[in-house]
């Protein structure tokens, strides 16, 4: 092997190892959802992952599931894509009437929605879940937070008056 191949070779290799120790640190973290809709959210993805976390219509909150990645320093330009499905409703006629074929009501299933929105900044200390808000006319705000959203400094306000109208 030449000396000029020799050096390529190390060159490449030291580089390589530069670059693996450049790696950005990451946590990962639980999420959960808080809905102030008045459709469900049957299931939630961020960016292409997860599963179902109901989070029921006015108010409503799901469960936390683990886990979603995240930089353990924020930097501007952090995004991510959520996805979800709201709960569909029953096929109707003309008068308003539920469709039923074979002795079933016909389901319509909503169709699937996705949102790229800008995670805004934290801090180290406040990273212990990252919390999906799913807002009307399909807004989406996520932040991580270190308390739970019914606490009373949480911002955005749990909207208690929407869950009590729906008990």
């Known amino acids: 092997m030449s000396i000029l191949r020799k050096r390529l070779s190390a060159l490449l290799l030291l580089s390589l190892l530069f670059l693996a120790g450049c790696e950005e640190e990451k946590t990962s973290l639980s999420y959960l959802a808080v809905n102030h809709t008045d459709k469900s959210v049957l299931s939630i993805t961020i960016n292409g992952q997860g599963g179902i976390l109901n989070a029921p219509a006015m108010g409503g909150g799901g469960g936390e599931i683990c886990c979603v990645i995240v930089p353990s320093q924020w930097r501007p330009g952090l995004t991510v894509t959520i996805g979800w499905e709201n709960d569909g ?79």
């Open 89 to 167: 409703d029953w096929l109707r006629d003309k008068n308003g009437q539920p469709i039923i074929r074979d002795g079933i009501k016909v389901y319509v299933a909503a169709p699937r929605k996705t949102r790229t929105v800008t995670i805004p900044k934290y801090q180290a200390k406040e990273m212990q879940h990252v919390d999906i808000h799913f807002l009307p006319n399909d807004q989406v705000l996520v932040k991580l937070s270190d308390i739970l959203p019914y606490h009373p400094d949480y911002l955005p306000a749990y909207p208690r008056e929407m869950q009590k109208a729906t008990q």
